[in-house]
């Protein structure tokens, strides 16, 4: 039980098609990311929102469009995207955005664009 | 920035075996550096983690060495098991205008032979 929780696992989806992504943390954190993973790439940054609010936007291109209702929850939502946008997406939380603590990792969803 | 490499990206032991994985960052001022694994399926689990004040932290059958005057981590298991199969990376804090995030290394897939 990892205490950062995403759906779907799997997400097969054509270009023209909308999706979101769900993440859900029952950490108590109030720093929530969303991380691109390719295969034999380091984690690429995408988002970080500090208590529901937007602090970094990593040059990522506007068909994701993330979005945190409250300190629990972050979604990214998808639209248009590329073949080279197939990924491992994963979500983790902290305690806060600014300090040295450890990120805690939802198991990700599998991206695959058609 | 930050940049962060691994001296090896694979690495195969003998059951039983220590197992030694390598980091090497480039930031002096780096104060803290976090060990990640993530067996296949999953998403990155905190291993251990050490602050630049400490040169040595020892966890369950895991040490952490932090050499600051080369800038360089080390992960060592000991005894090596067969579930520590995984790809273990690690990560180490930068700044930029938004705050504090971290930069993960490449990651060292770690073989555990029969």
């Known amino acids: 039980e990892t205490g950062v929780t995403q759906t779907p696992r799997h997400l097969v989806m054509g270009m023209t098609n909308k999706k979101s992504l769900k993440c859900e943390q029952h950490l108590g954190h109030n720093a929530m990311y969303w991380y691109k993973q390719s295969a034999k790439k380091p984690l690429e940054l995408m988002f970080v929102y500090s208590l529901e609010e937007r602090v970094e936007n990593n040059s990522v291109p506007s068909r994701f469009s993330p979005e945190c209702p409250n300190s629990s929850h972050l979604f990214l939502h998808l639209h248009t995207l590329q073949p080279e946008d197939s990924a491992l997406y994963l979500c983790?939380?902290?305690?806060?955005?600014?300090?040295?603590?450890?990120?805690?990792f939802g198991d990700g969803t599998r991206l695959s664009i058609l | 920035g930050e940049n962060v490499g691994l001296h090896l990206p694979t690495l195969s032991v003998q059951e039983g075996d220590n197992s030694i994985i390598n980091c090497a960052y480039s930031n002096s001022a780096s104060d803290y550096f976090i060990w990640y694994k993530q067996e296949s399926g999953k998403g990155p689990q905190f291993i251990i983690d050490i602050r630049s004040n400490m040169d040595k932290r020892q966890g369950q059958r895991v040490t952490v060495l932090l050499n600051k005057t080369v800038k360089h981590l080390s992960l060592q298991i000991a005894a090596t098991q067969p579930g520590d199969s995984a790809v273990y990376f690690c990560?180490?804090?930068?700044?930029?205008?938004?705050?504090?995030?971290?930069?993960f290394g490449p990651g060292t897939r770690l073989s555990v032979l029969p």
């Open positions: 990560a180490v804090p930068t700044r930029d205008n938004y705050g504090q995030n971290f930069v």
């Open positions: 983790a939380s902290s305690q806060d955005s600014n300090s040295n603590q450890p990120q805690h």
